[in-house]
């Protein structure tokens, strides 16, 4: 790209796509940050040839293998108008950042990333030093949870398993969702930890010197092939790991519009994978204002309880139980012996195992354990805990047995076809264990479709509107610069493509939260 200031080697270059196609030499694998050219050893003309034919090779039996899977032409269609009425377009309109207060920002952050972990009035810690080794790992140790280092790798790592639990497929989607399951004491810990080690660096990750133009402008590079999902990726700098709480909110602040006659709008889809997971379901949520909400006065009271035993309200809990039910948490597999065995059988009994005998899934029988969502919920995995949890899981399939049907047509597919297929027709091999790839499933369905969804209305926009270009899509979020001199009605009447059922998914839509300012 033409604002590119560092390179990378990853699995989604043309040569890893070559190879895995084609069959190539991996030809470019002396390319990477410290190649500046020209090359010492390769042929320029040569190695350009081989680029040009492996990209059009490519592209040829990509599209043959579509045919095959019977995905619709016009998602090549729509996904190529994207790459050159988005993704290229704002790289090289890039963003206005608001340079006069990043180093006001910078501090703001680094005091929220202390606040992370208070200290004592007398400088000590109440739990650990976030930059002590010995006392990060002693403290985790005492908690279960073996750490090699307090390096931000392994924390990634870590941080990583957590958001793929909830049903995530990366963590910059975990931090960076609005509505998130409440999290035990461990994992919000090593998510915090997490968080401090990766921000040490206050807005430079985003606003640094290296991306910031001589007119205050950083031009992101926007990629729709970089998730399994199809959700954009970014990079230089990477838009989509800024978190939608915390000091992600300081971040935005520093976008601005580019002339003083313009102002940002911004539209967020509200209870986006939710509301994914209830529509393929078969349940209608098109009349339903916030969907957590909905479910506490549909949940006949049952929520209450549970509310108030932890002092919180009764939508946390739904939206903890719920959201992470429709992502599978706590699903196991068993085979006859285990069934049989007196374990099991005393679980059942004790209410803490939730078997469905009827359901099966690579020849065994699918329950949920309740260990993870008691952590989650009740901060311990007891039997009595468990017993709660699955109880309010027992009464939510009970009540929208659309949602245990689903589970089951989709975990059907996978044992079947080895892959899931969203609404719009695209398609994601599932190559793992039989118990990631029904997770995966889901996720691709409740995550990818509300990606698809989101990258649908900006294709509208972009043939609809192309004078006002969409600058910036940050997951669910979209953002215009518009002119000052809209008022409401005009405003109204932009955002009505919002309001409309997706092209992407039939008989789907969802509200919005729109936001204008500077």
């Given amino acids: 790209g033409k604002y590119e200031t560092e390179g990378a080697m990853g699995f989604m270059g043309l040569g890893t796509a070559a190879h895995l196609w084609l069959g190539l030499y991996l030809w470019k694998n002396c390319r990477g940050v410290y190649c500046t050219g020209p090359c010492p050893r390769c042929s320029v003309f040569s190695y350009c040839a081989i680029d040009s034919y492996a990209g059009l090779m490519i592209s040829l039996r990509a599209k043959e293998r579509m045919k095959e899977l019977n995905i619709p032409e016009y998602i090549y269609e729509e996904h190529s108008y994207l790459a050159s009425e988005f993704c290229i377009k704002a790289e090289e309109r890039g963003i206005k950042v608001d340079v006069e207060n990043l180093a006001k920002t910078d501090k703001e952050i680094e005091d929220k990333k202390d606040s992370l972990f208070p200290q004592n009035p007398d400088g000590s ?147 986006l994978e939710a509301r994914n997971c209830f529509h393929y379901a078969g349940i209608d949520v098109t009349s339903i204002g916030d969907v957590f909400s909905w479910l506490v006065e549909n949940s006949g009271g049952i929520l209450e309880p549970v509310a108030k035993e932890l002092g919180k309200s009764p939508r946390d809990v739904a939206k903890t139980v719920f959201h992470a039910t429709n992502y599978l948490v706590g699903i196991t597999l068993l085979d006859d012996l285990e069934l049989c065995s007196k374990y099991t059988k005393d679980l059942i009994k004790a209410g803490a195992l939730l078997v469905f005998p009827d359901w099966k899934y690579f020849g065994k ?34 009540t929208y047995p659309q949602i245990r049907e689903w589970h089951r047509d989709v975990l059907a597919r996978i044992e079947r076809d080895g892959c899931i297929q969203t609404a719009w027709g695209t398609y994601l091999d599932l190559l793992d264990s039989p118990l990631k790839a029904a997770k995966a499933g889901v996720a691709k369905l409740g995550q990818g479709s509300g990606a698809e969804f989101v990258q649908g209305k900006s294709y509208e926009y972009c043939k609809k509107y192309p004078e006002t270009p969409l600058i910036a899509q940050v997951h669910d979020e979209l953002i215009w610069e518009v002119p000052k001199s809209w008022d409401d009605l005009t405003i109204l009447k932009f955002c009505d493509i919002l309001t409309k059922e997706s092209h992407r998914i039939p008989g789907f839509k969802s509200p919005w939260t729109v936001k204008v300012g500077p």
């Fill in 365 to 398: 029988t699918v329950a949920f354990t309740g260990v993870k969502l008691a952590q989650m919920v009740f901060k311990d995995k007891k039997n009595e805990s468990r017993k709660k949890i699955l109880d309010l899981q027992s009464f939510y399939f009970k």
């Fill in 125 to 271: 810690y109440p739990k650990f030093n976030p930059r002590s080794n010995i006392q990060v790992l002693a403290y985790f140790r005492g908690k279960g949870l073996n750490l090699k280092d307090n390096t931000k790798d392994t924390l990634r790592d870590k941080a990583t398993l957590i958001a793929e639990d909830y049903g995530f497929e990366t963590l910059n989607d975990f931090l960076a969702a609005p509505e998130l399951p409440e999290l035990s004491e461990i994992e919000q810990d090593l998510v915090n930890l997490f968080i401090f080690k990766d921000s040490g660096k206050g807005v430079e990750p985003w606003f640094g010197p290296k991306y910031l133009d001589k007119k205050g402008f950083i031009h992101s590079r926007y990629n729709f092939t970089g998730t399994s999902t199809l959700r954009y990726s970014s990079s230089r700098p990477n838009f989509q790991n800024i978190g939608a709480r915390g000091w992600g909110k300081a971040l935005k602040r520093l976008i601005i519009p580019r002339d003083p006659n313009l102002q940002l709008l911004s539209a967020d889809a509200s209870n």
